[in-house]
């Protein structure tokens, strides 16, 4: 009866708008008209109101906050439950509710949208420090990703977005064996690779090189030579590149901001913990300054494994594509 009731007055309402020849009825009309679906549960029934796309209950100001979220889901539309179920993007499946914190994490690694990785990656970009200098070399990546991995040692990576970020791009990929090896230390071979691709470098197959431990079909030569080519290596006196040997933190520092481009000629060392006079302090200071190496990890003398080398290198990227 109560609806009755109300559309007759929506149709007389709607009558008298059609026919007034002044503007302030035609305006008081529709407030009315407004004012009546607003006040009534007729809003609610056609999914306009606040309380969604179903009718609110005889007593609902009374409910508790518990037993309307109760009455929504015993009530709610044929066909609601995959919209009110998203999560960032997708859908849960069936036995969302009953899955494990572990269970829903994979659930949505292993089902996010095309592209949804690249934006998340990218949400703390600018937070890299406010004296971020531009790198000539660095190109913005244009190619197309990667399909994303699964590594069986991923709980032992520190960062799974950025390595998962570098190995959809090309950057930095795992081992025959399905495993990432993020605790293995990373040579001269393998970070040459690394930088070569970040940088979107076109690496030829053919040519040679002068270095007598770089055989020509080694699968590092091409990047080798590639590096050699365009200044980034010397190698050592003895004619020899050393492609195995281990490259500490601050020489890996030094290589990445180099072959990206960046320079820090007139870069002031000012932490009282650098020694302003060592060859490598103006890189220590660049990676701490913009926080691409976090202070608790540095560790001058030791090697850098492939997990700390994948996070310094995604900082960077980050960096440099935020500028």
Excluded: C
């Excluded at 020509?216 to 050592?236: C, D, E, L, P």
């Amino acid at each position: 009866m109560e609806t009755k009731f109300l559309y007759v007055v929506l149709v007389i309402e709607l009558l008298i708008i059609s026919n007034s020849k002044h503007m302030f009825k035609n305006t008081l009309s529709v407030l009315v008209v407004f004012s009546v679906l607003m006040s009534t549960s007729v809003f609610a029934q056609f999914g306009g109101g606040p309380r969604g796309n179903f009718e609110m209950p005889e007593g609902w100001e009374e409910m508790t906050d518990d037993e309307r979220k109760t009455y929504r889901e015993e009530n709610r539309p044929e066909g609601m439950e995959g919209r009110q179920g998203r999560r960032g993007n997708f859908e849960t499946p069936e036995g969302w509710e009953e899955m494990t914190d572990d269970e829903r994490k994979i659930y949505r690694e292993e089902n996010r949208p095309e592209g949804a990785e690249e934006r998340q990656t990218m949400k703390g970009a600018m937070n890299y420090g406010s004296k971020s200098r531009k790198a000539k070399n660095y190109k913005k990546f244009a190619g197309k990703l990667h399909q994303k991995r699964q590594f069986k040692d991923e709980n032992k990576i520190s960062n799974q977005a950025a390595v998962s970020f570098l190995q959809q791009r090309g950057i930095l990929d795992g081992y025959e064996d399905g495993s990432f090896g993020p605790e293995n230390p990373i040579n001269r071979a393998e970070s040459l690779k690394v930088l070569l691709e970040a940088l979107g470098e076109d690496i030829e197959a053919n040519g040679t090189t002068n270095f007598s431990d770089v055989p020509q079909g080694a699968w590092f030569a091409k990047y080798v030579r590639r590096a050699q080519n365009i200044g980034i290596v010397k190698g050592y006196e003895d004619g020899s590149f050393r492609p195995a040997q281990t490259v500490n933190q601050v020489e890996l520092l030094k290589l990445a901001f180099e072959s990206f481009g960046i320079d820090l000629s007139t870069y002031e060392v000012t932490s009282s913990d650098i020694d302003s006079g060592a060859w490598y302090a103006v890189y220590l200071q660049y990676a701490l300054d913009n926080n691409l190496l976090d202070k608790e990890d540095v560790d001058l003398a030791n090697g850098m494994n492939r997990d700390a080398f994948s996070e310094v290198i995604y900082r960077l990227i980050q960096q440099q594509e935020n500028l």
